[in-house]
């Protein structure tokens, strides 16, 4: 009877149901009992809309962030209450809706420093690192400091945009304004930028001189070392990371199986699979299975590989059977690479031309031209052409491309004098080293 008069006294107070939503929202299997509290509270305020926006990006819940939208004009709150549009531009670019998110971002009055994080993460989070650095350059512009989240945001799209040199400014005046490496997040966002753009012995360095780490500085790390060859020292981090009482998660099991398939340890990588949920607690998702495949095909174990895929508990994804189509033509394994470019077409996703010239080769190599003929002709059909490779290099912070034969570029004269230059100079020393 007491909580009955609590709640009769309180109804009519949005603090009350804001106060009983929250809580809801603090566990994460209530998020859906807290936005039914933001959604049927009989009224609501300026503090409301932040959480329910936030709720609505988590579940996701689109309709209803719209329909909240709608109530936060009608109660004239849209012009005034700044939380509410950050929320807002973060739900709009989480759905993928930039366009409605740079609008609001536009008429946010007195914008904060989390009105262009929010901004910042969301052209990153839409593959669009370039406008997430404009955005950064325009924060600046208009005088506003940055913080934490708008940094680890920014150094992040330097990650995903290849921009190194951008990104070594911001580390550089960070470390100037005092945001050192004891901050978590924007030392771990360094580790990533610096390892996923080749500079593993910087990300390294980095990541020694944190005064604290979390499982995601350590999936960073190893995910760098993994990539660029030193698979070995990958995995040494790996089992110190264990040794630390730092559980791995997916991530991370995903780094160290793809390190293990690099180097071809394929017993140390089955057991790491097999301990996942054994040891770790991690469920074994299809990119790991998929690690497992590419270990086995590496390693030419194509019985096991084809074993392993036959147990798996979901049906393989087209990735994981291109991965043993690209193993069976580096082992020149004609039965496996026709049976995986049959199981690849029949996935239903549209194959790509990549696929269809690992299999046009395969053919190729045992004679099988009428084969090879129909591969092509199928690529044809399907409107596909081999796509160029391309290389790129940045400099002075300009990303440059180039592709076989490439003569477009500004500098394309300077450049291929230089080749030429450095063509000769390596035939001359091979030539001296056979006297």
Not at 18 to 34: E, F, W
Not at 172 to 198: H, N, Q, R
């Amino acid at each position: 009877m007491r909580h009955a008069r609590a709640i009769r006294t309180h109804v009519h107070q949005p603090s009350f149901w804001n106060a009983l939503a929250r809580s809801y929202a603090s566990h994460g299997a209530a998020h859906h009992l807290a936005l039914g509290v933001c959604l049927h509270m009989p009224l609501r305020d300026a503090h409301t809309f932040p959480l329910a926006f936030k709720l609505c990006s988590l579940l996701p819940a689109f309709a209803e962030a719209v329909s909240l939208h709608a109530h936060l004009v009608k109660l004239g709150l849209a012009a005034t209450s700044v939380h509410s549009l950050n929320a807002l531009v973060t739900l709009y670019s989480n759905f993928g809706h930039l366009d409605l998110a740079r609008q609001l971002f536009d008429r946010i009055p007195g914008r904060t420093v989390s009105s262009w994080s929010a901004m910042i993460a969301g052209y990153d989070r839409n593959a669009q690192p370039r406008e997430a650095l404009f955005t950064f350059l325009g924060m600046l512009e208009a005088g506003v400091s940055h913080d934490e989240a708008a940094l680890v945001s920014t150094i992040a799209a330097c990650t995903h945009g290849g921009c190194l040199e951008f990104g070594k400014a911001i580390h550089a005046c960070a470390t100037v304004y005092g945001l050192g490496l004891e901050s978590v997040g924007f030392a771990t966002a360094l580790v990533d930028l610096y390892a996923k753009c080749g500079e593993v012995d910087s990300a390294r360095e980095v990541f020694e001189r944190m005064t604290q780490r979390n499982v995601l500085s350590w999936s960073a790390m190893i995910g760098g070392l993994a990539t660029h060859g030193r698979a070995p020292e990958a995995i040494k981090l790996f089992d110190e990371m264990v040794e630390a009482g730092v559980r791995p998660t997916s991530v991370t099991m995903t780094n160290v199986l793809s390190a293990c398939s690099h180097v071809g340890l394929v017993d140390q990588g089955l057991r790491l699979f097999k301990l996942m949920k054994e040891e770790y607690g991690t469920e074994p998702r299809v990119e790991h299975c998929g690690c497992v495949v590419d270990l086995l095909g590496r390693a030419g174990l194509f019985h096991q590989a084809r074993e392993f895929i036959s147990t798996m508990p979901t049906p393989a994804t087209a990735a994981i059977w291109r991965s043993l189509l690209g193993a069976a033509c580096t082992h020149g394994d004609l039965d496996t690479g026709r049976l995986a470019g049959e199981r690849l077409a029949a996935t239903g996703e549209q194959m790509v031309a990549g696929d269809y010239v690992m299999l046009a080769n395969l053919y190729a190599r045992f004679g099988l031209w009428e084969e090879v003929g129909r591969v092509r002709t199928e690529m044809n059909d399907v409107g596909l052409r081999k796509v160029a490779g391309f290389s790129s290099v940045e400099v002075d912070g300009e990303l440059h491309r180039f592709v076989m034969g490439d003569r477009s570029h500004r500098e394309a004269k300077r450049i291929h004098e230089v080749l030429r230059l450095l063509n000769s100079e390596l035939t001359d020393q091979e030539a001296s080293s056979f006297h």
